[in-house]
């Protein structure tokens, strides 16, 4: 039975089903193969490194023709084989055909093993010439090319591995497709042949071309040449036939006067005189016409010609054309004007020698009178300022880079001006009509990086002016000294009782504002940006103008390190505050002290601080008191006999007299001299004074300005942000009147710390370096402060001037520790310790005054059904100012009835009403 179904397998039938289906699956294999060639084909051909990203995140490939996968593919082929790997879709190719092609299955492995030998072998070239090019993403052999190319490069050496892998390469060739070395090599030589016959039957033509070119050219040359010179000559012609007729003009015009003059107004003279002046017109006319088109070289003949055709006599009657030739259409436009550089006085004299001025003092101040000193600018370092050469060059090549970028992001304009300044540079951009500035704004970045520049600043616009401003740093940077500042005519012409000098602006001119305009301050600015040292150069601006008697500082500083150095300076009202508990008790003894003297300037009818000084001191010289009348006040005249020693005259006799009777000088209040001159006679007011005073009278003081100063708002408000916030909104709000003013800086310039309520109650700001823009936004309500440069870069913002850009001055820990030293040898402070004691030791406005209070009463009453209580509570509860009802609640706790602060926590309560039980704690 065996036998007869292998005879059946024998038969013709089965045969002839089997190959059949051998044929199909050949069919679907080479089917198969072609397909898969031409797709591996494509993907490392259309293969690009820059889908990866697409592809990680699920999106399709922008350039792989085959997608994700093909993506995928190619990329592993390529870090497997390297460059090698476009043999395998040709591989697969040649297979398929074959097997289309019904080739013996023998020599179909024969093949593959074939174009495996000749992949490997590229790839080992490949990676042994192409390696250290780096010329694609994956390695030129792969990570089969390295290990291959490393190991023969170590049996056969670089030469020898090329040599031994190209043999290999070109019998893998031979082999897998059946190459042809010697029709190969005839091939490349017919190419060469043909490739170097088609150069040399070309190169002649070329040449030939190239010869004709030459000789047109020199032609065109010559008949440019002639018709220079034809135009050229007819210029000459034009001018002295414009002057021949111009001669005759005049002839006539004389001999028209004169016939004038011989036969009077007879008109026929006139009509015949007229008619051969018309008659002499056509030639002048042509010769015109003839000069005005030789004015352009090109059409010098046709303009001849067209004059010789005008010549004739019906050309007459056509009017005259303009001497001045017209622009023809296609001549190109003039050049466009360069920016022009405009330099400041301030630039100009920078680096020059002052003159000194003798006789006369550093500062001509009168008001420091002859007990009290003001520091002299010598106290001071002498810099000379360096000279700053403008290079006009390298502005015009910014301004030309600024044009350029600009126009590049689709905005066309010219700079009209270039301001150089000790710090920055100022462009001033007028852009085309209809570009909105705020596509100028969002270009910062863009030019900073086309600029090179640290920072740049755009102004967009620049207020007063219809340009846009870009401030580019110097690469040079000026540094402002304080002393050229406090030398300087601005700082001594500059008005009001509290100056600041704070520096220069970005022209070079010195800088200086008035705190009482302002009236109150707010500083802000990172670690590093010249917030100190700015601080510094405002309050020795102070101390260089005032006496102790007019102008007196609190000085806050928690961190204990900025302000201390103004320890003991004559001006301060009470030591330098660190604890910020004390600095609370300050901010609240200053609103006390506004409302007292709010309630004074009242009674005593004055709009402000200066009228009620003016008023006292007036008073005062006159020995009156506010509502006293003159003849009350006037005192009995008294018969003084003055002996007149030698050597002085009579008025020195006088003087020494009234100040024998008045008993010495005296002294100005706020600080105790070390010295006295006794020889100086007293004012004539310090002798009414005590006069007024040994008749019993009380009379008017004057009163300073406060200038409160806190380095590091911070803090403050970290130990108690509402007391604090509540005093400062309140000063700032009245206080001006008053004399009382607020310096505010901080580093955290964040809404927890400067609040709204602060933010709105000062209107003037200066803003150093800042951190982002939402914090340039919360001081100057824009963007530009971190775009700053630091060291003393800042931005000063008033309530009646724009944004202004200012360099901070300089001055050294030296020059300040001088200063402070010269004014603490002429006199000691005089504290006022009640400043820090009134709210915790019963001193005025303690619980001691306020025993018999109903108010108290009440409030005790109400917090006694509360389970916690804070004084802005009370304060709603019963309608109350703030600084009563933080009177009753320390009051509270000192007689026990509430707890001790808490932080921003409400105080809890230690009591509760009569008949209740208080609640026993968990045990």
């Not at 398929?96 to 492995?109: E, F, K, N, Q, S």
């Not at 009674?603 to 509502?627: I, M, P, Q, V, W």
Request: glycine share 8%.
């Amino acid at each position: 039975m065996g036998k007869d179904k292998a005879k059946d397998r024998k038969s013709p039938a089965n045969r002839k089903k089997g190959g059949e289906r051998s044929g199909m699956g050949r069919d679907i294999a080479a089917v198969v193969l072609l397909a898969g060639s031409l797709a591996l084909g494509l993907a490392l051909l259309t293969f690009s490194a820059s889908d990866a990203p697409l592809v990680s995140r699920g999106l399709p490939a922008a350039s792989n023709l085959v997608g994700p996968v093909g993506h995928r593919v190619a990329t592993f082929v390529y870090r497997v084989l390297g460059f090698s790997g476009l043999v395998v879709p040709a591989a697969l190719g040649v297979f398929g055909w074959r097997l289309l092609r019904d080739a013996p299955r023998r020599l179909t492995l024969v093949g593959a093993a074939a174009h495996l030998a000749l992949t490997l072998a590229i790839a080992t070239l490949a990676h042994l010439l192409l390696a250290a090019q780096h010329l694609a993403s994956f390695p030129a052999g792969g990570a089969v090319g390295r290990a291959l190319c490393t190991r023969a490069v170590a049996l056969f050496s670089p030469v020898g591995t090329g040599l031994v892998v190209g043999a290999c390469a070109t019998v893998a060739l031979i082999v897998g497709v059946d190459f042809k070395v010697r029709d190969a090599a005839a091939a490349l030589l017919a190419a060469g042949q043909a490739f170097f016959a088609f150069l040399r039957s070309h190169l002649g033509e070329a040449v030939e071309r190239h010869r004709e070119a030459v000789a047109e050219l020199r032609a065109q040359e010559a008949l440019a040449r002639a018709q220079r010179e034809e135009a050229a000559l007819a210029v000459v012609e034009a001018e002295s036939g414009e002057a021949e007729a111009e001669g005759r003009a005049m002839a006539g015009a004389l001999a028209l006067e004169r016939a004038g003059q011989a036969f009077g107004d007879d008109p026929a003279w006139v009509h015949d005189l007229a008619a051969a002046g018309a008659a002499a017109e056509p030639e002048e006319k042509p010769r015109r016409r003839r000069k005005a088109a030789a004015e352009t070289p090109a059409q010098a003949c046709d303009a001849t010609d067209a004059g010789a055709g005008l010549a004739e006599p019906g050309a007459a009657e056509e009017p005259a054309l303009a001497e001045e030739p017209a622009i023809l259409l296609g001549e190109p436009l003039p050049p466009a004007e360069k920016p022009e550089i405009v330099l400041s006085q301030a630039m100009l004299e920078r680096g020059k020698k002052k003159k000194d001025k003798k006789g006369e003092p550093a500062f001509a101040f009168t008001q420091s009178g002859d007990v009290f000193r003001l520091p002299s600018s010598e106290l001071l370092d002498q810099r000379e300022a360096v000279k700053q050469d403008v290079d006009e060059g390298g502005l015009q090549r910014i301004a030309g880079i600024i044009v350029a970028t600009l126009r590049q992001h689709g905005i066309d304009g010219v700079i009209k001006h270039i301001r150089p300044g000790p710090v920055v540079t100022l462009y001033e951009f007028v852009p085309v009509a209809g570009v909105k500035l705020a596509r100028i704004e969002n270009l910062d970045k863009e030019l900073t990086m086309a600029l090179s520049a640290t920072r740049i600043r755009i102004i967009a616009p620049i207020p007063g002016k219809g340009v846009v401003g870009i401030e580019v740093p110097n690469h040079d940077r000026a540094t402002v000294y304080l002393r050229e500042v406090l030398e300087s005519e601005s700082f001594a012409q500059a008005g009001g009782l509290l100056p600041l000098a704070l520096g220069k602006d970005i022209e070079g001119i010195p800088y200086c504002v008035d705190l009482q305009k302002m009236p109150h301050l707010l500083i802000a600015g990172t670690t590093g940006s010249g917030k100190s040292v700015g601080l510094n150069t405002m309050i020795l601006s102070m101390l260089y103008r005032q006496t102790p008697d007019q102008v007196r500082f609190i000085m806050v500083d928690p961190k204990m390190t900025e302000l201390s150095i103004y320890e003991d300076v004559p001006h301060l009202l009470l030591p330098v505050v660190t604890d910020p508990a004390k600095a609370a008790r300050a901010l609240q003894w200053a609103v006390d002290e506004m409302e007292r003297r709010t309630q004074i300037l009242a009674d005593t009818g004055s709009k402000d601080l200066k009228s009620y000084n003016g008023k006292a001191e007036k008073l005062r010289a006159e020995g009156r008191t506010f509502g006293e009348t003159d003849e009350a006040a006037a005192p009995p005249k008294k018969l003084v006999v003055v002996d007149v020693t030698a050597g002085e005259t009579e008025e020195e006799a006088a003087a020494r007299a009234a100040s024998e009777e008045a008993g010495g000088p005296t002294l100005p209040p706020g600080f105790t001299p070390e010295y006295e001159d006794p020889s100086a006679p007293p004012p004539q007011d310090a002798v009414a004074a005590r006069e007024a005073e040994q008749e019993g009278k009380k009379l008017p003081q004057k009163l300073p300005y406060i200038v409160v100063i806190i380095d590091e708002l911070a803090d403050l408000m970290m130990t108690a942000p509402r007391e604090v916030e509540i005093s400062l909104a309140r000063l700032a709000q009245k206080a001006r009147a008053t004399g009382i003013h607020l310096m505010v800086a901080t580093q955290r310039p964040s809404t927890d710390v400067v609040t709204g309520m602060i933010k709105n109650n000062f209107p003037a700001r200066i803003s150093f370096r800042l951190a982002s823009r939402h914090d340039s936004a919360t001081i100057i309500n824009g963007t530009g402060a971190e775009s700053l440069l630091g060291d003393g870069d800042m931005l000063v913002l008033t309530a009646t001037q724009p944004l202004t850009r200012v360099q901070g001055a300089f001055v050294s820990e030296g020059e300040i520790e001088r200063v402070v030293k010269f004014l603490k040898e002429q006199g000691k402070p005089v504290y006022d310790d009640s400043i820090l004691k009134a709210r915790d030791q019963g001193g005025p406005g303690g619980g001691d005054a306020d025993e018999d209070d109903p108010i108290y009463d009440q409030a005790l009453d109400l917090v006694s059904r509360m389970e916690e209580v804070s004084v802005s509570k009370l304060q709603r509860e019963m309608r109350l100012g703030y600084n009563k009802a933080a009177k009753i609640v320390e009051r509270m706790e000192r007689e026990g009835v509430v707890g001790p602060p808490n932080g921003v926590k409400p105080r809890q309560v230690l009591i509760r009403p009569v008949g209740e039980a208080h609640p026993m704690p968990n045990v």
